[in-house]
């Protein structure tokens, strides 16, 4: 069989140590669980082709289209503060690249298509829950206006995968602006191979950041892009949950969905990820863990800055110091929108905190409570009214200082839907019994996220009690 798609593979013309070229393993009996074909047209890819019977083969990983260089990267990482020094595409395979309708090169990746050397102890496959949470949850922080990966595609495997129990397996297609991560650098720093880190860096820079001056520069992107990124994390009260090294990516996307989880109740020590014992990556943590992880790509990025002399060191600190003041301003630009500010005063900051203090100590729905600011009815989502009142009178004081459409700005700034995660598991276990209307009604409304409709009215509301979900599991 041939299929017709042209991939192109610049990853592949890196030295041969930096991936194993190898084919995804086929499976038995793929079947398309859900084509995302907006997506697809964005690719410059025929959806029809992708939702063939030849497509769906390649989505399942048992058709490589003709020409294309399909591989495993490799990588190391810090996971929960250790060093691996050697992790990897354990259970993914890049088929290739595709530059699209933008002019933007986008890796296309099938996770979930078996065991590659990387896999260590891990079977490389995916189960449908995993996929399916993935698949909303990136695609719903696209809608948000969040750089992430995207999800092209979902398929069941026709296979068993053995977990706590024995699952449907299932591959996800994951779409990115590249694959490469902090433990990618992280991987060649740990051999001293500085070949391989010039490669790369020089790569990287051409593939994301071309007015980057050298590794430096690099690194000073790579600070701007993440005080970006966790700041519009926390905006929404997304926990990302597993904020290991090889799972940031250089070019400023969300990447790896495993334990991650929005928040209904604020509390800035939530923690999701059944693995994360100690609260790391606990939400109000997120922006240190960034820079902790920034800290580990500059000095895997030292031995290109001539070495680790004290100049270079100097020079690498002084970009990494500068992020707590980064992550501040971006922080504020996210959050002063979300209480209808257009512009900066000093003491903003406190008034947020004080408003997220007292939603602390009250329970307050995230996602609601800043939502119900436009609408005047702030005040109902507090159990305890009074604590809202007597920061209202500050608010509005100092909304008295802005330009009007204050509750536009609100209004855009603020999410009516987010994929809440009791929502998430249920459409997971209606996808289990084969209904996979749940999942298909759950997608579509967190296409529009910013939009009040009768049609998302229901995914408005918090779990009850019985079905709020505590802890959320790695993912595999
Ligand atoms: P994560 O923290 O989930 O991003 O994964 C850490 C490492 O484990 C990566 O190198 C993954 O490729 C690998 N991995 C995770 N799950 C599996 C699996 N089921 N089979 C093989 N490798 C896996
Ligand atoms: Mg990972």
Redesign the pocket.
């Known amino acids: 069989m041939t299929l017709h798609l042209k991939l192109e593979n610049s990853y592949a013309t890196l030295p041969a140590r930096f991936y194993t070229a190898m084919a995804p393993t086929p499976v038995a009996a793929p079947a398309l669980v859900k084509l995302n074909e907006a997506l697809a047209l964005e690719l410059g890819l025929d959806p029809e082709t992708l939702g063939s019977a030849e497509g769906v083969q390649m989505l399942a990983g048992n058709l490589v289209p003709e020409g294309a260089t399909p591989l495993a990267q490799v990588y190391a990482g810090h996971?929960f503060g250790g060093f691996s020094p050697q992790?990897?595409?354990?259970?993914?395979i890049l088929l290739g690249e595709v530059v699209d309708r933008n002019g933007r090169r986008r890796d296309i990746q099938l996770k979930g298509s078996g065991?590659t050397p990387?896999?260590?102890m891990?079977?490389?496959?995916?189960w449908l829950g995993p996929v399916l949470r993935e698949y909303l949850v990136s695609e719903a922080m696209h809608a948000l206006g969040i750089p992430t990966t995207r999800a092209l595609a979902a398929v069941k495997t026709g296979e068993a995968v053995r977990r706590e129990g024995a699952f449907p397996g299932a591959v996800l297609t994951r779409v990115a602006a590249s694959h490469i991560r902090v433990g990618t650098f992280q991987y060649f720093a740990a051999r001293n191979d500085a070949e391989a880190l010039k490669a790369l860096s020089d790569y990287v820079i051409a593939r994301h950041y071309p007015d980057a001056d050298g590794p430096l520069g690099l690194l000073e992107a790579v600070v701007a892009k993440q005080a970006r990124l966790v700041a519009q994390w926390m905006g929404v009260g997304f926990i990302h949950g597993?904020m290991?090294t090889?799972?940031m990516a250089v070019s400023g996307e969300t990447i790896?969905y495993?334990p991650c989880a929005f928040m209904d109740r604020y509390h800035p020590q939530t923690v999701f990820s059944s693995i994360d014992q100690y609260g790391r990556y606990a939400f109000d943590r997120q922006a240190d863990i960034a820079l902790w992880n920034l800290a580990q790509l500059a000095s895997s990025l030292l031995p290109l800055m001539g070495g680790a002399t004290q100049e270079a060191i100097d020079r690498a600190t002084a970009v990494l110091h500068d992020f707590p003041t980064r992550f501040t301003a971006e922080w504020l630009a996210v959050f002063g929108p979300k209480i209808g500010l257009a512009n900066a005063e000093a003491g903003d900051a406190q008034l947020i905190h004080t408003l997220l203090d007292r939603m602390a100590a009250t329970g307050a729905d995230f996602t609601n409570t800043f939502r119900a600011l436009a609408d005047g009815t702030a005040r109902d989502q507090f159990p305890q009214p009074d604590a809202y009142d007597a920061w209202a009178v500050d608010w509005k004081a100092r909304l008295a200082r802005e330009p009007e459409g204050a509750g536009a700005r609100m209004r855009a700034a603020n999410p009516v839907v987010i994929p809440r995660n009791h929502r998430v598991e249920e459409v997971i276990r209606a996808g289990l019994r084969g209904d996979f209307a749940p999942f298909e009604q759950l997608a579509k409304v967190l296409a529009h996220p910013f939009e009040e409709s009768s049609e998302n009215a229901p995914y408005r509301t918090p779990p009850t009690p019985e079905e709020r979900v505590t802890a959320t599991f790695?993912?595999?």
Do not use: E, F, K, M
């Open positions: 996971q992790l990897g595409d354990g259970r993914a065991p990387y896999s260590r891990g079977d490389g496959r995916a597993v290991n090889d799972n790896d495993g790695c993912g595999t």
